[in-house]
Every structure is written in structure tokens, then in C-alpha cells.
């Protein structure tokens, strides 16, 4: 071959290597990046920690058993909870009110006080719902629930608060007015809902009078609100009804929960769809801030005094690594609209469709029945560990806060709903073993860091880290849970660093920090200044 024929050849193979590198690189996907960009000297102001004001329970009898109670104990010290709220205070099973062979009111609250005392020793306040009917006040036999509160209105109202009346000059007696100034006081729960509220709107609305005007009547600065309804109904209703009849009320309460249909799963044997709506629950919140701004009485304070993804017992979605994510996704998106947002509940030992008899059911708790971390156990826990002074962020799916040391805190999430809609339950989809897709790199840059040497902490939720139910599908899902399983996940998901290393910020050089993230992550950074 003559030399000009084989630099020919040459070029040709040159050309056509050059070509199939070009194609290759052209099929190669493009990987997304985020970017959050922070300077460590613009501040945002004091961060809001409405998400830790108040923590759901399901019934006060519960708050009696020595695991619940360990387990409050545990959750307030790691997720900061200040106030928390339950059903059925004044339910049978708290023996707080009965009537002597002449008909006489009997009052008792011994009960209730073995409650609260452990909640004032842990440091947590009460936020008081005033509900059921004591049998012996009610003026039917309509129930709910396996405990089987009674849910009709008084058949005597003056004898309702008279109880209300007398039981607030209890705490007043017992804790101080000082103390119970700073409590809440709600009236009912959810009573548009037939199965909670056996009577009409202004049935509710008499209940709701004659409990504020007899919690008034003790001390006019204590605080009372309603109606606690199920999907942000009778707002507007409420604060009219109050100030045409000069009714006291110092807050509207409410609930949301973010799956499709209905209110309540009062036995957990219904189906649930999670909401492909972006602002579901989210939404809700801003409408109920709109409507009180635009009321006579804009200045009430709000509080969704129940939160979730799903409003039934029965959901796996409260188990799964999926419902980190979408708390705070919901929590950032509310912003500063409500004064608290109780999520509910804090533990699986929750008896309103009766005890539970598998470790994992789908229950509302943060932990389980036996006090395994859920991954939404972990998105509270990160959220107490930022700081108290918020940084400027863009970034709609993170927070970055410093302390008044220095110290910088980074909580950062994907939240993608992959439900695959109408057709699937919840129950059918989120107990299944989901892998997550990836979402590309994840990448912050922190200016004006102040130079030092630093520990950085990487702490991490998603599918297979810190999520327990997969562990616990990874253990052949028994329906019984002995010692040492129950040891060995939660020693796999112990809320444990993924990553520890020691750092230098130098004078004028930024921090950055490079993450591949997936779906439903969250990430929390901690820069420790040494």
C-alpha cells in the first residue's frame, strides 16, 4: 500500500472513530443538577418552628401504659414537640364524670391528672381537646371507635359547663393560671363528620358557647378555639357565628390529610389514593389563613391540629420511606400561613380501630408499636436539629440555617409522587418494596462560610437507608416480631451518619458540597465549627 493510500485509510478510520465517540456521547444522558446557593451572612430571619408546636396521640387512656409514655418521653426529646393533643379526655375509660343515686354531677380526674403530670415532668403542654360525651352527660348511645367514645351532644348543656367550668378551675388549682395561660383549649373534634358529631352545625355551635364562655368564666386570658373539622370546614361559620352571638374565640382549628377521598377510616378498612395534587394539604392551609385575613377577626391564630398524608389507621404510606419527604414538602410549602401543624400521630400504640396485631400496619405513628424509628421519625428529628437563624434560599425543597455559634445546618429533600394514580390503593402500592429512580447530582455552595477547620455530618433517608419497613421486608416480613429482630432493625436504621470527615474552610473560598440524590431523599448536612 503506497503511503498516500494509507493516510487515506487513516483519515477515514480517524473520521469515522471521531463520528461513533460523537454518537456515544450524544446518547449519553444528560444528568440533572441542582444547586443550592447560600451566603452564610444573609440571614432570613428567625426560623419558624411551627412543624414542632404540637404532636398528635390517639386517646388520653393510652397516655396512661408506660410504653407510651417512654415513647413521648423519647420523641420530645429528639423532634422538640411543645404541646401535644389527644382524643377522649373526657371518654369513660378517663372516669371523669358520673352522678350520684340523686342525680348530682360526681367529678373525677385522677386519671387525668397521672396524664398530665407526665406530660408538665417532660416539659409538654397540653393542647386540651374537650371531647367525648360522658356517658352519664350524653343524650344518646351513638359511639365511635373500639373504645367506643361517645360522640352525641349533652343532654344537659348547662351540666356540659358546668364540667368544662369545673374542670378548668382543676388545672387552674393544680398547675397555676401562669401555666394554663399558656395552654390551648379545643372544643369537640371534627363534628362535621355524622361519625364524630351526632348533632347539627348549631348543636355544635351551643357546645362550643357554653365550653368557652365556662373556660372564660375561670380565667378571661385562658384560650379557646374550634371547630376542629375535618377538611378545613365551617371556618368562616365559626368566626361568624362568634361575632354575631360575642362568643370568645382566640383561634380556628382544623384538619388535612393528603389522599383523595373521604374523612374517616374509622375501623382501617378502607382504600386510599394519594392526592397527584401539588399543593394538597399545602393548599388547604393557605385557603384557611386567606379566609381568616379576610374575616372580622383576621388576627386568630390557626392551628391543624391533625396532619398527615392519610387519614386512615390502615395506610402503608405512613410506613414508608415516601412520607419523610412528603412532610416536609408540605411543611415548607405552608411557610408561616399556620401557627402549628400537629401531625398525627406520634406512636403506633393507637387503638381506635382496636389493637393492631402486625409490627408494621400502616399506622399514623412516627414510631412503631415498638418503638422503631419510622423515616418520618427522622424528618421531625432533622427538622429540630436547624438552627434558629434561617439563611436566604431560592431553593423551594430545603432549608439552610446557622446557630448563634456558627454551627450550619442543611436540610435538603427530593419529594416525587410516584403513586401510580386512581387504579391503585395506597394499601396495594406503598407495601411493596419501591426502589427509588435516581434524580442527578445535588449540589451546595456556601459563601462566606467563616474560614476554620469544621466536622461535616451527613445524615440521610430514603429507600433502604434509615427505612425501616424495607429492612423489615427484607427480614421476610414476619406477622411477629421477636427480641432480636426488633433489635436489628433498629440498630440498621438508627438515624447514624452516613458519612463523617473533618474539613477546612479557607478565607474567601466557598463550601460546596456535590450529593447524587433519588427520589424521595433526604438529606441533612451538619457543619460542626471546631
Known sequence: MNRSLSLFVLLVLSMAGTTIAQRKKEKQPVIPERVINIDFNKSAGKFNTMFNECVGAGRANEGLRADWQQQLAYVKKACGFRYIRMHGLLTDDMAVYTQDEKGNPVYNYM????????????????????????????????????????????????????????????????????????????????????????????????????????????????????????????????????????????????????????????????????????????????????????????????????????????????????????????????????????????????????????????????LSTQGINKPVFYAYQFLNKLGNTELVNTDSTSWVCRDSVGNIQVLAWDFTNTHPGDSVHNQDYYIRDLPSNPKGKLKLNIANVPDGNYALEIYKVGYRSNDAYSTYLSVGKPAQLNRQQVEQIKKQNDGSPVTREMITVKAGVPFTKELDIRENDVFFLNMIRL
Open 111 to 366: 386519671y387525668i391528672d397521672v396524664l398530665f403530670d407526665f406530660l408538665h415532668s417532660i416539659g409538654m403542654k397540653p393542647f386540651v381537646e374537650l371531647g367525648f360525651m360522658p356517658s352519664a352527660l350524653a343524650s344518646g348511645p351513638k359511639t365511635i371507635f373500639w373504645w367506643r367514645g361517645n360522640v352525641t351532644p349533652p343532654r344537659d348543656y348547662e351540666r356540659w359547663g358546668a364540667l368544662i367550668e369545673n374542670l378548668t378551675r382543676h388545672f387552674t388549682e393544680r398547675y397555676g393560671a401562669e401555666e394554663v395561660k399558656t395552654w390551648y383549649f379545643e372544643v369537640w373534634n371534627e363534628p362535621n363528620l355524622d361519625g364524630f358529631w351526632a348533632g347539627t352545625q348549631d348543636d355544635y355551635f351551643k357546645l362550643y358557647t357554653y365550653s368557652a364562655r365556662a373556660i372564660k368564666r375561670v380565667n378571661a386570658s385562658y384560650r379557646v378555639g374550634g371547630p376542629g373539622t375535618a377538611g378545613a370546614a365551617w371556618e368562616p361559620e365559626m368566626i361568624a357565628y362568634c361575632q354575631q352571638h360575642q362568643v370568645p374565640i382566640d383561634f380556628i382549628s382544623t384538619h388535612a390529610y393528603g389522599v383523595k377521598q373521604g374523612y374517616l377510616d374509622e375501623f382501617g378498612h378502607g382504600g386510599t389514593v394519594l392526592d397527584k395534587n401539588p399543593m394538597s394539604v399545602s393548599g388547604d392551609v393557605l385557603q384557611s389563613r386567606k379566609e381568616i385575613a379576610g374575616s372580622s377577626m383576621p388576627k386568630l391564630e390557626l392551628h391543624y391540629t391533625e396532619w398527615s398524608a392519610s387519614y386512615t389507621p390502615a395506610d402503608p404510606i405512613h410506613d414508608s420511606y415516601h412520607e419523610a419527604a412528603y412532610v416536609l414538602q408540605k411543611l415548607k410549602q405552608v411557610g408561616d400561613a399556620a401557627n402549628s401543624m400537629s401531625y398525627w400521630v406520634f406512636t403506633d400504640i393507637f387503638e381506635e380501630p382496636g389493637p393492631r396485631f402486625t409490627p408494621f400496619h400502616g399506622g399514623f405513628g412516627l
